[in-house]
């Protein structure tokens, strides 16, 4: 079968890649892809950009597409896969109403409270100056976070109260995220460590991926401002077997559970950012698609049919399926250009990339073929993934091959996994 898959970053990259493995495919397509994409056997790159959905429609159509997979939010909050469907095509995502979930903060918090799953209490505030008089009245460390998709750039981690100021009046008096920040949710700061808890359902049926923990903040020692992420590894210890089934049966079920009373059906990918502490766990977001960088250590370790698999899910019949993982760890490093998560330089050519291995592969998230010459096309470049027999053995891997690429202001985390090496040894 042909399959498409809509996007343009390391998480496309790493479902193209995938999907083209599966005998069941022939041929995928990537809209818009990058360099990476472009040098994939079976893979074809498609300049179509991501939120033309009239022009993805009849590409899919002229082409006989069989499945497409959605990577990014923007289009499915935008309502693609309603439009696919419409036209009689199997896309893999939530609905528009759905993918509210990532789209509104203020819709996920009032489904996690309706459906009685542990998170973060919060105030939402549509009125900066009634944000601030809130802001006098508590106690820092708190979160802002703008309601809409902010490519990342819509929470800000207060720890005093300037800071929590300045992010309410950037957000929603200098719009610093457009539309995204007409209402923010003030939250209680949790304290813990962060895991990712990413499923696939079919509207029924609910499958688990490996368990992963992402580094959100842009400099080591989690310091620096959040970005898309900076890195990633699987799977993770902080989510035990016990945790895992509570995750299961406590956060994801009722969530969908929720949905449904409401009349929407959830289908896709689901990505729950957990906090635990200790034995406590609760919802700091929910994602409406796989994660990035998540996707890039997840899929290196996954040896059952990724195409077939999603295939089923579109199709509602996951039922008794189940992924086989390879015991193995992975990890993926970001390398991400200077300046980012704000503004930062493009088109500087990259160099060192290592050949590709069956432990080692390096995952493009902004690239560019220019006249011969691979270049940095975006804030976050490259994704250098390994599997290894252990932690350290990933990590060694993956940050051998990181020094040996560069481009001008390139840099990277140095601490990816660590935090785990680290508790282990304690």
Not at 28 to 56: Q, R, Y
Not at 163 to 173: D, F, P, V
Not at 232 to 260: D, G, Q
Request: charged letters at 25%.
């Amino acid at each position: 079968m042909k399959i498409l898959v809509i996007g343009s970053g390391g998480r496309e990259h790493a479902l193209a890649w995938k999907l083209a493995q599966s005998p069941l495919s022939t041929k995928v397509f990537v809209a818009p892809g990058n360099a990476g994409t472009a040098l994939e056997e079976k893979i074809e790159n498609i300049s179509i950009s991501s939120d033309d959905i009239k022009g993805l429609i009849n590409f899919a159509q002229n082409e006989k597409i069989k499945l497409t997979v959605v990577g990014p939010e923007d289009p499915l909050v935008h309502g693609i896969v309603d439009k696919f469907e419409e036209h009689g095509l199997l896309c893999l995502g939530p609905n528009s109403l759905a993918a509210q979930l990532e789209g509104s903060k203020t819709f996920m918090k009032e489904i996690l409270v309706s459906a009685g799953v542990p998170t973060a209490g919060y105030q939402v505030f549509n009125d900066p100056e009634l944000a601030l008089e809130y802001l006098n009245n508590i106690e820092a460390p708190i979160v802002v976070k703008a309601d809409g998709l902010a490519a990342g750039k819509g929470v800000v981690v207060a720890h005093d109260k300037q800071t929590a100021e300045n992010a309410i009046n950037s957000i929603m008096k200098n719009k610093k995220v457009g539309d995204a920040g007409k209402s923010i949710v003030i939250e209680d700061f949790l304290t813990g460590h962060e895991a990712s808890f990413i499923v696939l359902t079919d509207g029924k049926n609910v499958v688990p991926f490996a368990t992963s923990q992402d580094h959100k903040q842009r400099d080591d020692g989690d310091k620096g401002p959040n970005t898309g992420g900076m890195g990633a590894y699987s799977p993770t210890p902080l989510v035990t077997e016990a945790m895992h089934k509570e995750v299961m049966e406590n956060i994801i079920a009722p969530t969908l559970s929720e949905l449904k009373k409401r009349g929407i059906e959830y289908k896709g990918f689901l990505y729950a950012g957990l906090m635990i502490d200790g034995n406590e766990i609760k919802v700091l977001e929910y994602n409406c698609r796989f994660g990035d960088p998540e996707t890039q250590p997840i899929l290196m370790r996954m040896n059952s049919d990724f195409a077939d698999l999603c295939l089923r899910a579109c199709e509602y019949n996951l039922k008794d399926f189940e992924i086989d993982w390879d015991k193995r760890s992975s990890i993926g490093v970001v390398m991400a250009s200077s300046g980012y998560p704000e503004s930062y330089a493009k088109g500087s050519e990259i160099k060192g990339i290592p050949k590709e291995k069956e432990s080692l592969k390096v995952f493009h998230c902004g690239t560019i073929q220019d006249k011969g010459l691979l270049k940095s096309n975006g804030g976050r470049v490259l994704c250098v993934t390994a599997l290894g027999e252990d932690l350290s053995q990933a990590i060694d891997t993956a940050y051998k091959a990181t020094g040996n690429i560069n481009w001008d202001g390139c840099f990277f985390r140095s601490d990816i996994g660590q935090r785990d090496i680290s508790s282990n040894k304690s």
